[in-house]
């Protein structure tokens, strides 16, 4: 069936980084945009990152341009958010999520990872 | 970018009709037929419910509908039932470098 799997998520301190994974099966990887959400503990969703399909093209949110880099491999089926220069605000549920074809709605989640960003 | 506003809370009897709200922009919602819906029951990743401010993905009941008028959209839900009692999320694209913009979210209680 067609799924979205992350991993990656943890504990890290201030200032560090971490780096987020989606694997992607039952679909072909290859035919869409994909975008990573996130979502901080009781609040709402904050999209973070868009990558085209080839991955020639990076889009991201004001609050994580210049920390956070998007990548995709499609041989390998998978997404990737390299976070860096991490902060506390940046705690949440990070979900990656595939775009609908022709549309700009997200048709497809996956669980989530938790980071969090602690001393 | 600001988020789009949404009530904070809607409720509604079994088999009742209720709409939720989500007010924009000329530069999101109402530039664009691009609002989508998305359902979250507590723990669970979201789940598309209208794209394109009134489509409806495979599978999602009929008793889900959306529409817009100017810079605000709604998504109206029909014959309520127990199991949509969830938070909902609108989105839009967005003509800022921030691509998308989600709603504050709204908690939908079946009484």
């Known amino acids: 069936q067609v799924q979205l799997v992350e991993s990656g998520g943890g504990l890290v301190k201030p200032g560090g980084s971490l780096r987020l994974s989606c694997a992607a099966s039952?679909?072909?990887?290859?035919?869409?945009?994909m975008s990573w959400i996130r979502q901080a503990p009781g609040k709402g969703l904050e999209w973070v990152s868009d990558?085209?399909?080839?991955?020639?093209?990076?889009y991201y949110a004001d609050s994580v341009k210049g920390r956070f880099t998007i990548s995709r491999d499609n041989p390998k089926n998978s997404l990737y958010l390299q976070m860096n220069s991490l902060r506390a605000e940046d705690t949440a549920v990070y979900y990656c999520?595939?775009?609908?074809?022709?549309?700009?709605?997200?048709?497809?989640w996956g669980q989530g990872t938790m980071v969090t960003v602690s001393s | 970018q600001s988020a789009l506003t949404q009530p904070a809370s809607v409720s509604g009897s079994p088999g009742q009709s209720i709409t939720i709200s989500c007010t924009g922009t000329?530069?999101?919602?109402?530039?664009?037929?691009?609002v989508s819906w998305y359902q979250q029951h507590p723990g669970k990743a979201p789940k598309l419910m209208i794209y394109?401010?009134?489509n409806r993905p495979s599978g999602v009941p009929d008793r889900f509908s959306g529409s817009k008028s100017g810079n605000t959209a709604s998504l109206t839900i029909s014959g309520l039932q127990a199991e949509d009692e969830a938070d909902y999320y609108c989105?839009?694209?967005?003509?800022?470098?921030?691509?998308?913009?989600f709603g504050t979210g709204t908690k939908v209680t079946v009484l």
């Open positions: 999520a595939r775009r609908k074809t022709g549309s700009h709605a997200f048709d497809i």
């Open positions: 039952g679909f072909t990887f290859s035919d869409y945009y």
């Open positions: 990558v085209t399909i080839s991955g020639g093209t990076k």
């Open positions: 000329s530069s999101d919602v109402g530039g664009y037929n691009y």
């Open positions: 394109d401010v009134s």
């Open positions: 989105s839009s694209y967005t003509s800022s470098s921030t691509l998308y913009v």
